[in-house]
Protein backbone atom coordinates (compact mmCIF):
# COMPACT_ATOMS: atom_id res chain seq x y z
CA UNK A 1 0.00 0.00 0.00
CA UNK A 2 1.46 3.06 -0.99
CA UNK A 3 1.26 6.58 1.54
CA UNK A 4 -2.02 7.99 -0.44
CA UNK A 5 -3.78 4.93 0.05
CA UNK A 6 -3.08 4.83 3.19
CA UNK A 7 -4.10 8.73 4.10
CA UNK A 8 -6.87 7.92 2.39
CA UNK A 9 -7.74 5.20 3.96
CA UNK A 10 -7.13 6.94 7.32
CA UNK A 11 -9.16 9.94 6.66
CA UNK A 12 -12.42 7.61 5.39
CA UNK A 13 -12.37 7.08 9.25
CA UNK A 14 -12.03 10.54 10.44
CA UNK A 15 -15.41 12.18 12.18
CA UNK A 16 -16.26 15.48 9.79
CA UNK A 17 -15.32 17.74 12.11
CA UNK A 18 -11.67 16.43 11.95
CA UNK A 19 -12.32 16.57 8.00
CA UNK A 20 -12.96 19.83 8.10
CA UNK A 21 -10.04 20.99 10.60
CA UNK A 22 -7.53 18.56 7.92
CA UNK A 23 -8.94 20.53 5.01
CA UNK A 24 -8.13 24.28 6.71
CA UNK A 25 -4.76 22.55 7.59
CA UNK A 26 -3.74 21.53 3.85
CA UNK A 27 -5.21 24.50 2.52
CA UNK A 28 -2.90 26.65 4.71
CA UNK A 29 -0.42 24.47 4.09
CA UNK A 30 -0.54 24.38 0.28
CA UNK A 31 -0.77 28.52 0.24
CA UNK A 32 2.02 28.66 2.64
CA UNK A 33 4.09 25.80 0.08
CA UNK A 34 2.89 28.56 -3.03
CA UNK A 35 4.37 31.48 -0.70
CA UNK A 36 7.69 29.80 -0.86
CA UNK A 37 8.01 28.52 -3.94
CA UNK A 38 7.49 31.98 -4.99
CA UNK A 39 10.19 33.68 -2.85
CA UNK A 40 12.58 30.70 -4.10
CA UNK A 41 11.64 32.04 -7.29
CA UNK A 42 12.68 35.32 -7.03
CA UNK A 43 15.38 34.88 -5.22
CA UNK A 44 16.38 33.06 -7.94
CA UNK A 45 16.02 35.81 -10.50
CA UNK A 46 17.56 38.37 -7.49
CA UNK A 47 20.64 36.56 -7.72
CA UNK A 48 23.69 38.46 -8.64
CA UNK A 49 21.73 41.58 -9.74
CA UNK A 50 23.93 43.50 -7.97
CA UNK A 51 26.86 43.59 -10.19
CA UNK A 52 29.22 46.58 -11.05
CA UNK A 53 27.40 47.85 -14.14
CA UNK A 54 24.35 47.19 -12.27
CA UNK A 55 22.39 50.21 -10.96
CA UNK A 56 20.67 50.84 -7.56
CA UNK A 57 17.58 51.80 -10.07
CA UNK A 58 18.15 48.19 -11.84
CA UNK A 59 18.46 46.67 -9.00
CA UNK A 60 15.24 48.24 -6.79
CA UNK A 61 13.24 47.83 -10.49
CA UNK A 62 13.77 44.57 -9.84
CA UNK A 63 12.62 44.52 -6.21
CA UNK A 64 9.46 45.87 -7.81
CA UNK A 65 8.87 43.13 -10.54
CA UNK A 66 9.44 46.13 -13.21
CA UNK A 67 12.57 44.49 -15.20
Known sequence: MNI??????VIERLPT???EELARWLE???ARR???LAAEVWL???RG???PDVT?????A???GEE
Not at 4 to 9: D, L, P, V
Not at 56 to 60: E, K, Y
Open 4 to 9: IAEIET
Open 17 to 19: SQV
Open 28 to 30: THR
Open 34 to 36: AAS
Open 44 to 46: KRA
Open 49 to 51: AAL
Open 56 to 60: TADVM
Open 62 to 64: LTR
